[in-house]
């Protein structure tokens, strides 16, 4: 990925990876095997640091329910934390290890009074939203693409959480592959498809987002999660972001999403909500 980050993909018919057993095949039957590895360097450095303009800097920030796919830079810790009028909470806390790696370390969140509707599967509202729920996750996000001309820019990067209900001990993955449009110097526009992924249910959705800084302090963001449950359904989130300095920002949000994190951020309410979140 960079001088500090690599991939592994690899597939095998041997037992395990050791010297001692990579000899052996499965003792079972000789089946080929799949292996995805994150390698990391954290004494390398970077070659280039990326100056990153005014509206990039403001992206960096992160959208509200669907990503943008810019990272922080190298180095850069950034915390996060929301709640809303019904009481959910989001905690989240991460690290830029690289240029194109940003590590997520803490990510708690609770979703409070939310009654179940019909674009809930009893799964997911069971084990992760209905009342005392407590979700505990780790993630990360890479940067796999950047375009970068005088007429055009855009970021290819993916998202995986993963983690579980500290209620019943349940869990799911969930991805996002997020992509960055800078249509001009005020304007970006993101597509995220997405999915929530257990062994018993997957939910599958599109999320779309519209950034528009209206100044060097304000910008307004709108965006839209369309996802498949029997029915065709959708949320709608509206956020004003308000930049402090370089490195702070305060977002007013209204939705009629179940939350801003994870799965939440793509099932829709009964009732609207109003936020704050602090980045």
Excluded: C
Aim: proline fraction near 3%; charged fraction near 15%; glycine fraction near 6%.
């Amino acid at each position: 990925l960079d001088e500090k980050v690599d991939f592994k993909i690899r597939t095998t018919n041997s037992f395990m990876i050791s010297p001692s057993t990579s000899i052996l095949t499965i003792p079972s039957n000789n089946i080929p095997l799949y292996y995805l590895g994150l390698s990391l360097k954290p004494y390398n450095f970077d070659r280039v640091h990326p100056q990153y303009s005014k509206q990039e800097t403001k992206l960096s920030f992160g959208g509200l329910s669907v990503g943008n796919a810019l990272l922080n830079p190298n180095g850069i810790y950034s915390l996060n934390f929301l709640l809303d009028s019904k009481g959910s909470y989001n905690f989240k806390l991460k690290n830029a290890f690289s240029n194109k790696l940003e590590l997520e370390f803490v990510n708690i969140s609770s979703t409070k009074n939310s009654p179940q509707n019909n674009s809930q599967p009893d799964e997911v509202f069971n084990n992760f939203i209905s009342e005392d729920n407590l979700n505990t996750r780790l993630g990360l996000v890479a940067n796999f693409l950047r375009i970068d001309t005088s007429n055009f820019k855009y970021w290819n990067s993916g998202r995986i959480s993963l983690g579980r209900s500290q209620k019943n001990k349940q869990g799911y993955y969930f991805l996002e592959q997020m992509n960055s449009f800078l249509l001009n110097e005020n304007l970006t526009f993101n597509v995220n498809p997405k999915a929530y992924l257990t062994n018993l249910n997957s939910i599958f959705g599109l999320g779309l987002s519209i950034n528009y800084s209206y100044n060097d302090f304000v910008d307004l963001i709108a965006e839209t999660n369309i996802y498949e449950n029997k029915n065709i359904y959708t949320n709608n989130t509206f956020g004003l972001r308000f930049f402090l300095n370089n490195y702070q920002s305060l977002d007013l949000y209204y939705s009629n999403a179940v939350g801003l994190f994870d799965i939440s951020s793509m099932l829709n309410s009964n009732e609207s909500n109003i936020g704050l979140k602090i980045n």
